[in-house]
């Protein structure tokens, strides 16, 4: 399979993004980039915890929109284009209560005003925790 990135991205180029977004407040970090995924991890603590301690859903949903609007602003030409989120929605499939979950990101669809992704995440052990699909809308820079 082909590359699936517009140039070079690096781990460190999308580590090195701006860090005044719910992404970085949370503590999300991009680990692994390859020709057509992409891998980020994030704490399960207090910052992700719901009320009963265990991990929330809307974490998990901010991960899996990371990921995904992240991996679409790598298929395009940044600066012609934008990617913006349209449709998200997630199964959360068991409870975390500490460590970090690990998403992976790959593509389901790469059209030229649409993609689809699939997003899949595992705690520590290994164990998926939620899976989540993000469509996202290619449009022009505003």
């Known amino acids: 399979m082909s590359k699936l990135w517009f140039g070079n991205p690096t781990i460190g180029d999308i580590n090195n993004r701006p860090k005044n977004h719910i992404g970085a407040l949370i503590g999300i970090e991009f680990i692994e980039i390859g020709d057509d995924y992409i891998k980020a991890t994030m704490p399960v603590d207090a910052r992700t915890h ?76 290994g164990k998926m925790n939620c899976i989540s699909r993000l469509t996202v809308a290619i449009v022009g820079r505003i």
């Open 50 to 125: 719901q009320p009963f301690g265990i991990l929330h859903g809307g974490a998990s949903v901010v991960l899996a929109e990371t990921l995904g609007s992240i991996a679409s602003s790598l298929v395009i030409d940044q600066e012609k284009y934008m990617a913006v989120g349209q449709e998200v929605n997630a199964n959360h499939l068991r409870p975390v209560k500490t460590g970090k979950v690990t998403g992976i990101c790959t593509p389901i669809h790469i059209g030229g005003k649409s993609h689809v992704w699939d997003i899949k995440m595992y705690d520590d052990r």
